[in-house]
């Protein structure tokens, strides 16, 4: 599947039935996730984000005022697999629960937790995008969500 394509709740169904038990380390290998939040018609909106795992959840930072932070609060059940940067799918994605955390402890920890990670990239790419904001006129530092995501026990 690919970024963007189509994908009804039959298919997240489906797809839960196929995955094994394995540790978040070895499902989700690599830098991106992709993360499946669903319309209210069941239509399946993939995203690739950058993440972290702290061995029990994935987390993954996004602007609390976007389409998929509405579309996760309305429905917290998603789909989550390993990706590309274009969000072409690695494996196939396993249904998980999300959680939207707005709380500034905890997005300085996800933060951490990212810059840790990606080191150089993430500060970078942190730039680029409060640099973007001022230009655009808003406030360098938009409002952050972080997304703690579990993956079905059943999966792991």
Same mark, same amino acid.
């Given at each position: 599947?690919?970024?963007?394509?189509?994908?009804?709740?039959?298919?997240?169904?489906?797809m839960?039935?196929?995955?094994?038990?394995?540790?978040?380390?070895?499902?989700?290998?690599g830098?991106?996730?992709?993360?499946?939040?669903?319309k209210?018609?069941?239509?399946?909106?993939?995203?690739?984000?950058?993440?972290?795992?702290?061995?029990?959840?994935?987390y993954?930072?996004?602007?609390?005022?976007?389409?998929?932070? $509405? %579309?996760m *609060?309305?429905? #917290?059940? !998603?789909?989550?697999?390993?990706?590309?940067?274009?969000?072409?799918?690695? &494996?196939?994605?396993?249904?998980?629960?999300?959680?939207?955390?707005?709380?500034?402890?905890?997005?300085d920890?996800?933060?951490?937790?990212?810059?840790?990670?990606?080191?150089?990239?993430?500060?970078?790419?942190?730039?680029?995008?409060?640099?973007? $904001? %001022?230009? *655009?006129?808003? #406030?360098? !530092?938009?409002?952050?969500?972080?997304?703690?995501?579990?993956?079905?026990? &059943?999966?792991?």
């Amino acid at each position: 599947m690919v970024r963007g394509t189509l994908m009804t709740m039959d298919t997240r169904d489906a797809m839960a039935s196929q995955a094994i038990e394995r540790p978040l380390e070895t499902l989700f290998p690599g830098r991106y996730l992709s993360v499946t939040s669903f319309k209210r018609d069941g239509t399946g909106v993939a995203t690739p984000v950058w993440f972290v795992s702290n061995g029990t959840r994935l987390y993954a930072l996004t602007d609390a005022h976007s389409a998929k932070v $509405r %579309r996760m *609060r309305r429905d #917290p059940k !998603v789909l989550v697999a390993p990706c590309r940067p274009d969000g072409k799918l690695r &494996r196939a994605p396993v249904p998980a629960h999300v959680e939207v955390l707005t709380a500034t402890p905890e997005l300085d920890r996800v933060q951490r937790l990212l810059r840790d990670r990606y080191k150089v990239s993430y500060r970078v790419i942190a730039l680029i995008r409060r640099l973007g $904001r %001022r230009l *655009r006129g808003k #406030p360098g !530092v938009g409002d952050g969500a972080a997304l703690a995501i579990a993956v079905d026990q &059943r999966l792991r």
